[in-house]
Nanobody, 121 residues
């Protein structure tokens, strides 16, 4: 089995910073892309940022220049550093890992339980 666990959410004032962390563990052979997604109340889940095992990154237009995604392939972790937070960044942030498992063909998508980020105005 594979577990994905996030940490680091919380309440912050507009203009502040937060750092989210995510760790994948279990029967992992390797991880392709890892990423962060968010879902605000009444809205669909949206991509925030993703990063490949080679370090290629992709960001939503709304967070470019404010958020930075990074990963440690050896530790199977991914972080999201968030600066200049806005009230519209308020959402549940979830980590996703595309995992190649030991002894199984193909790759599987795993999600964490999510962590709340609330930005007050």
């Amino acid at each position: 089995q594979v577990q994905v666990v996030e940490s680091g959410g919380g309440l912050v004032q507009a203009g502040g910073s937060l750092r989210l962390s995510c760790a994948a563990s279990g029967s992992i052979l390797s991880i392709n892309a890892m990423g962060w997604y968010r879902q605000a109340p009444g809205k669909q889940r949206e991509l925030v940022a993703t990063i490949t095992s080679g370090g290629n990154t992709r960001y939503a237009d709304s967070v470019k220049g404010r958020f930075t995604i990074s990963r440690d392939n050896a530790k199977n972790t991914v972080n999201l550093q968030m600066h200049s937070l806005k009230p519209e960044d308020t959402a549940v942030y979830s980590c996703n890992a595309n995992v190649k498992r030991v002894g199984l063909p193909g790759a599987f998508s795993y999600w964490g339980q999510g962590t709340q980020v609330t930005v007050s105005s």
